[in-house]
């Protein structure tokens, strides 16, 4: 179960455990990583390539593999609408924290 948001968070270190509570569906987390690592590698194309209109695509990209994983397997509602630079931040760092090993797919919770 979820842990309910606290009505403000004051720090990334604050909000990453709440983050995770949130992302507790592995297909979920999947997704995140996907679309995280898919916008990581269209900006650095776009940028290398000099294609840089490719970088409009990096939100919807994002956000899109994302929300899926929230509407259709976490059903709950994205933390973006209430943390957009919190939950952004977190997105990477879980990101990165499965890339290292430091996360799982599957959250050792559910």
């Known amino acids: 179960m979820a842990k309910p948001a606290p009505q403000r968070y004051n720090s990334l270190r604050e909000f990453y455990p709440y983050y995770l509570s949130e992302h507790q569906n592995t297909t979920s987390r999947v997704l995140h990583f996907i679309g995280t690592g898919l916008l990581i590698l269209v900006a650095i ?11 409009l695509l990096v ?13 259709f397997f976490e059903r709950n509602k994205p933390a973006t609408f209430k943390y957009p630079f919190y939950s952004l931040a977190s997105d990477f760092k879980l990101f990165f924290d499965i890339l290292c090993g430091k996360q799982k797919f599957r959250s050792s919770t559910k």
């Open 45 to 55: 194309a776009a940028v290398v390539l000099g294609e840089y209109k490719w970088l």
């Open 59 to 71: 939100p919807v990209i994002g956000y899109g593999f994302a929300w899926v994983g929230h509407f």
